[in-house]
C-alpha cells in the first residue's frame, strides 16, 4: 500500500484560527478521503479531494468550514477553518487501493 | 445509505480467551468488508476484509464471517494477548468505490 504522510502530526490552536493539514502520498492515486474522528468516535468522512475540481462534501460538512484543496494525484490539504474547541479532533487523509481505504498517521488539533 | 451497526461497544476478555465482535448492514448491496484495528494513539489499520462471495477467511488468529442472508459479519480472534488491545472498526462497502461505512467500534482490552 502507499506511504502517506501527514503533516502536522499534532498542534494546539487558538480558537478562532484556522490550520492547513498537508497529505502527501508517494505514489499516484486517484481516490483521496479526508476523515474526522473526535475523541472516543468513530470515523466520519468529510469528504472525498477531487484532483482538479472541488471537492465533494459529505452531509454536515461546508467548503467555507473545511475546504481542501487537490492539485496532483499525490498532494492534498484540508484546512480547518475559524476553529472552536468543538473542532479538537484527529483528521486523517486516506487513499484507495485495491477495494478499501489506508489512513495516513493523522494529525491530532486541539483547540483551546 | 448504508448503515453499520457494531457491538458490543466495549469488551474485556482474559489473555488466552477467545473474543467476537459482531456488525450488522442494512445495504444488500454491500459486497466488501474491512476490519480495521486502531491502537492507542495511531491509525486505523486493515486487518482482514471479506469479500460477499466468501462465507469465511482466516489469518492466524484472526478470522472473519460473512452471512449475505442475515446483513451480518463478525470478527473472531482466538487465544488473545495483551497486544490485541484496541479500537476494532468494522465497515462495509460497494466494491471498487472505496468509501466504507463505518461501525461505532469495539474497545477491546485484554487482561494479561
Known amino acids: 500500500s502507499a506511504v502517506i504522510s501527514q503533516k502536522p502530526s499534532r498542534d494546539i490552536c487558538q480558537r478562532g484560527t484556522s490550520l492547513t493539514i498537508q497529505c502527501q502520498v508517494d505514489s499516484q492515486v486517484t481516490m483521496m478521503f479526508w476523515y474526522r474522528q473526535q475523541p472516543g468516535q468513530s470515523l466520519t468522512l468529510i469528504a472525498t479531494a477531487n484532483q482538479g475540481s472541488e471537492a465533494t462534501y459529505e452531509s454536515g460538512f461546508v467548503i467555507d468550514k473545511f475546504p481542501i484543496s487537490r492539485p496532483n494525484l499525490t498532494f492534498s490539504t484540508l484546512t480547518v477553518s475559524n476553529m472552536s474547541p468543538e473542532d479538537s479532533s484527529i483528521y486523517l487523509c486516506?487513499?484507495?487501493?485495491?477495494?478499501?481505504?489506508?489512513f495516513g498517521e493523522g494529525s491530532w488539533l486541539t483547540v483551546v | 445509505g448504508e448503515n453499520v451497526e457494531q457491538h458490543p461497544s466495549t469488551l474485556s476478555v482474559q489473555e488466552g480467551d477467545s473474543a467476537v465482535i459482531k456488525c450488522t448492514y442494512s445495504d444488500s448491496a454491500s459486497n466488501y468488508f474491512p476490519w480495521y484495528k486502531q491502537e492507542l494513539g495511531k491509525r486505523p489499520q486493515l486487518i482482514i476484509d471479506i469479500r460477499s462471495n466468501v462465507g469465511e477467511k482466516k489469518d492466524q488468529r484472526i478470522a472473519v464471517t460473512l452471512n449475505k442472508t442475515a446483513k451480518h459479519f463478525s470478527l473472531h480472534i482466538t487465544e488473545t494477548q495483551p497486544e490485541d488491545s484496541a479500537v476494532y472498526f468494522c465497515?462495509?462497502?460497494?466494491?471498487?468505490?472505496?468509501?466504507?461505512?463505518f461501525g461505532r467500534g469495539t474497545s477491546l482490552i485484554v487482561h494479561p
Open positions: 465497515a462495509a462497502s460497494i466494491g471498487g468505490s472505496y468509501i466504507p461505512t
Open positions: 486516506s487513499v484507495g487501493g485495491g477495494n478499501t481505504i489506508y
